[in-house]
């Protein structure tokens, strides 16, 4: 009867619940679904606050939450050896943040945005050693203009000879070895090779006053002269404007000179003309001449003393009775080779002070020579 009592319990699905408040006890194994009448109600395990048991599960454990107490508040939980959840507190999330001290995909990222604490605002990233982002001073970037302190164009690569542009931005752009530029509008900024050398200003081409336009021609014929200076463009005309503020501010005087050029050394004197823009009005007489202090009488010997009250737009200089005796016969006048030259003009006036002169204003004209 009682081996009978056993093998029919055996067979009968067991319903374990808790009566009053103590624990349904249960040793052994079971063959069957372990239910309690009501969800949530009872633990299963040590129901101490330290619990020594360890459940093992063969396929799923489904739960609305799991507390693990070996974890950190914060940390991002990983999987350890044999499947055991660890952190770490170089790997966090808050607010919507994940924050690891490195980060290494295999693969690829994707992201809407990507914020790199190290690097600064407005500079240019770039890959460092082992691929790591970085930044530099000298490569920024500003709502359309990239600014590069250098660009380098490395020996032997395609189109290394020539560097192309749109439309040229304000400012000097230098390029120490280039065969070729091109710009395609320059507007009112210019394009300089070498400092003090050929640029390229709107629509004139300007070279540096220390230098020459060389257009090769080949040298003269042989057993004749061998040139070393091969067919260079160095006259260059010049033009000074000077105002009736200019001649007042020569004072209560009736003799005044104004510097109008510094010649570098070795320059020709080709031609000089002096051209009234605006008659003088005031004292008896005002006249002007133009020169320098080395050839005899100061300043008078590129263009005589001329009348400053004549009318707009006369020309001084353009007859040989006008002309200085640097220019009046040889038309070609050296003041030095070795030493710079000032060029200036003299005003006289007679019946009252170079100070109450009104309406005063003109223009030299220089042709000059740089010689080799």
């Given amino acids: 009867m009682r081996r009978l009592l056993l093998v029919l319990l055996s067979l009968l699905p067991l319903n374990l619940y808790a009566q009053g408040a103590g624990t349904p006890p249960f040793r052994g194994s079971a063959t069957w679904n372990l239910i309690w009448p009501s969800d949530n109600t009872f633990d299963i395990g040590a129901s101490g606050a330290t619990r020594p048991r360890t459940g093992y599960f063969g396929t799923s454990v489904i739960t609305p939450a799991l507390t693990v107490s070996g974890l950190t508040s914060g940390r991002v939980p990983v999987a350890s050896t044999g499947g055991s959840f660890v952190d770490f507190s170089t790997f966090t999330f808050a607010g919507g943040t994940v924050t690891a001290t490195h980060f290494t995909a295999t693969s690829g990222v994707t992201a809407?945005?990507?914020?790199?604490?190290?690097?600064?605002?407005?500079?240019?990233?770039?890959?460092?050693?082992?691929?790591?982002?970085?930044?530099?001073?000298?490569?920024?970037?500003?709502?359309?203009?990239?600014?590069?302190?250098?660009?380098?164009?490395?020996?032997?690569?395609?189109?290394?000879?020539?560097?192309?542009?749109?439309?040229?931005?304000?400012?000097?752009?230098?390029?120490?070895?280039?065969?070729?530029?091109?710009?395609?509008?320059?507007?009112?900024?210019?394009?300089?090779?070498?400092?003090?050398?050929?640029?390229?200003?709107?629509?004139?081409?300007?070279?540096?006053?220390?230098?020459?336009?060389?257009?090769?021609?080949?040298?003269?014929?042989?057993?004749?002269?061998?040139?070393?200076?091969?067919?260079?463009?160095?006259?260059?005309?010049?033009?000074?404007?000077?105002?009736?503020?200019?001649?007042?501010?020569?004072?209560?005087?009736?003799?005044?000179?104004?510097?109008?050029?510094?010649?570098?050394?070795?320059?020709?004197?080709?031609?000089?003309m002096v051209v009234i823009t605006g008659a003088a009005v005031g004292p008896t007489t005002v006249t002007v001449s133009c020169g320098d202090a080395i050839a005899g009488t100061p300043f008078i010997n590129y263009v005589v003393a001329s009348d400053a009250k004549a009318a707009a737009n006369t020309v001084y200089g353009d007859a040989v009775a006008e002309r200085g005796t640097s220019l009046d016969t040889e038309f070609w006048y050296l003041p030095s080779y070795t030493a710079t030259t000032l060029v200036t003009c003299h005003f006289i006036s007679t019946g009252a002070n170079l100070s109450t002169v009104t309406g005063s204003t003109g223009r030299v004209i220089l042709v000059t020579r740089l010689l080799p």
């Fill in 112 to 272: 809407a945005s990507v914020t790199d604490s190290g690097l600064t605002s407005g500079r240019v990233t770039l890959a460092s050693t082992g691929g790591l982002l970085a930044d530099d001073s000298d490569l920024t970037f500003a709502t359309d203009t990239l600014s590069a302190t250098k660009i380098q164009i490395p020996a032997g690569a395609a189109n290394a000879t020539s560097i192309h542009f749109g439309t040229v931005g304000t400012g000097i752009y230098s390029a120490t070895a280039a065969t070729a530029v091109s710009i395609a509008s320059s507007g009112s900024e210019y394009f300089r090779v070498q400092a003090n050398d050929v640029q390229v200003f709107g629509s004139f081409l300007n070279v540096g006053a220390s230098t020459a336009l060389r257009i090769q021609q080949g040298n003269l014929t042989a057993a004749t002269m061998t040139g070393s200076i091969l067919s260079q463009g160095r006259d260059v005309t010049h033009s000074y404007t000077w105002s009736n503020a200019q001649v007042v501010a020569l004072g209560a005087t009736t003799a005044g000179d104004i510097t109008v050029a510094t010649l570098p050394a070795k320059t020709q004197v080709l031609d000089a």
